[in-house]
């Protein structure tokens, strides 16, 4: 395959994993950023980049189930790995519960934490459907929402699991 | 400046022994990559310096917890998360378990590892202290074997390590009989702010008590010198001696040789020595707690 050639001579590699569900053949160097690879190669731009160093949280992602900051894993170590953005949250037209909540309380000013900070209540309430206040404040501890608007967002967490009434 | 990704290489050797030939073929030139944690946010900031880099994310060789009688090993790509989430450890090794749980956020503690924690060598990283007093031990493996080496000592210097470079940290022991019922246990780090900082302190403290008596104490503090410290005269001082005003005065005293913090973005000399002393002064107070 001439295409494969020229990707080896410049170095590249090419790594195949899932995105969403949807098998993908991911091009680029073996350092690239996830975070890169999934907004340039498959337009996938609602991850975004915030401070690119792990501290805020805005490309979260999912990779085999558990959540990560996609500006600090290589290209190279998404090798068969299932990763799961943002847009793989709703489902159809369906925006997941916590999308709604979000909304609902105005959880969202400039936008840019807004999908790491969904991530962060997923990847909470999936795994604690009951989260006390502390809970969600440690769930939500790795995104920094440069608005501070903090207590919209943590309003909608807790209006996502209301069914099961949060704990104070 | 954002680094020239064409620059860097990140091979994904199959195996163990695999990634071991590499290390062998030119000692040095190779260097292990595994959460990515410390090293791609050196990349973002265009100073990461080496350039060639093999992934040891994928080899489950280097995973899981394993527990004996005398020990609980954990593989080098123990991630804080899994850390945590091990009942024996929270039961036996809690400063460790909070340790992981001050590192970063949960995105980080998913990747972060322990074995790269260790090998990367930061003198402001939260694990050490608490793995000098428990008394770790580390599995170094090369194409040439294997050898388990005691954890206190391996920080020389800055950055500098007791290791060859054609060797990788595979495991890291505990002994158990360490973390017994009868030890106390005492682990704070301080920080800027409560989620996400880096140390300006970090103090990891045991003791075992017996007739109202410190019969033995183990401290070791981060970010107070250019490696992990372990305060052995401040902790052997201890010994015999029960917890009131002297005690502490005696201990602060030793421990005032010991350290030697600094001045740096995150905090001051001055700042360090003072919380250091506070944080002994509380740990001895919490033993009558």
């Known amino acids: 395959m001439p295409e494969a050639t020229e990707k080896e001579r410049s170095g590249k590699v090419v790594v195949r994993c899932t995105v969403n569900g949807r098998d993908a053949e991911l091009s680029g160097f073996p350092m690239a950023r996830l975070l890169d690879v999934l907004r340039e190669e498959l337009k996938l731009t609602g991850t975004k980049e915030g401070c690119g160093e792990g501290e805020c949280g805005a490309c979260s992602v999912f990779i085999n189930g558990k959540i990560v900051n996609s500006c600090l894993v290589p290209l190279m170590q998404v090798e068969g790995a299932r990763v799961v953005t943002i847009e793989g949250i709703a489902s159809d037209e369906q925006l997941n519960a916590i999308q709604e909540a979000f909304i609902e309380t105005g959880g969202a000013q400039c936008g840019i934490c807004t999908p790491g900070m969904v991530m962060a209540a997923v990847n909470l309430l999936d795994r604690n459907s009951e989260p006390t206040e502390s809970d969600i404040r440690a769930g939500l501890a790795g995104n920094l929402c440069r608005c501070t608007g903090y207590m919209k967002i943590f309003e909608a967490v807790v209006r996502a699991c209301q069914h099961s009434g949060v704990k104070r | 400046m954002r680094a020239y990704l064409p620059a860097y290489e990140l091979q994904r050797p199959a195996s163990l022994d695999e990634a071991l030939r590499l290390l062998a073929s030119a000692p040095g030139e190779w260097r292990p990559f595994a959460g990515g944690t410390d090293l791609m946010v050196l990349l ?3 100073k990461l310096e080496h350039r060639k880099f093999f992934s040891i994310w994928h080899l489950d060789e280097l995973r899981g ?13 123990t991630t804080y998360t899994e850390l945590q989430s091990n009942e024996t450890m929270r039961r036996e090794f809690p400063m460790l378990c909070v340790a992981a749980s001050e590192t970063g956020a949960i995105a980080i503690q998913n990747r972060g590892t322990l074995g790269g924690n260790i090998a990367n060598a930061s003198p402001a990283a939260d694990s050490p202290p608490a793995l000098i007093v428990y008394g770790a031990e580390l599995e170094l493996v090369s194409a040439r074997g294997a050898r388990w080496i005691a954890y206190e000592g391996f920080h020389t210097a800055y950055k500098q390590m007791r290791m060859e470079p054609d060797e990788l940290i595979s495991r890291i ?39 109202g008596q410190i019969e033995e104490a183990r401290i070791s503090m981060g970010s107070v010198a250019p490696t992990v410290v372990s305060c052995t005269k401040t902790a052997s001082i201890l010994r015999g001696r029960r917890v ?28 360090r020595l003072q919380v250091s002393l506070n944080l002994l002064e509380d740990f001895l107070l919490s033993l009558e707690r």
């Open chain 2, 65 to 77: 917890i394993e527990e004996t009688i005398e020990h609980i090993t954990l593989g080098a790509l």
């Open chain 2, 173 to 211: 022991r505990l002994p158990r009989a360490s973390a017994g019922d009868n030890w106390k246990q005492y682990y704070r780090k301080v920080g800027t702010r409560k989620a996400q900082a880096i140390s300006k302190i970090c103090f990891a403290g045991a003791a075992r008590l017996g007739d």
């Open chain 2, 244 to 271: 009131n005003k002297e005690t502490i005065g005696a201990a602060q005293g030793e421990m005032k040789k010991e350290i030697v913090p600094i001045d740096d973005l995150r905090s001051t000399a001055d700042y």
């Open chain 2, 44 to 46: 973002e900031a265009g």
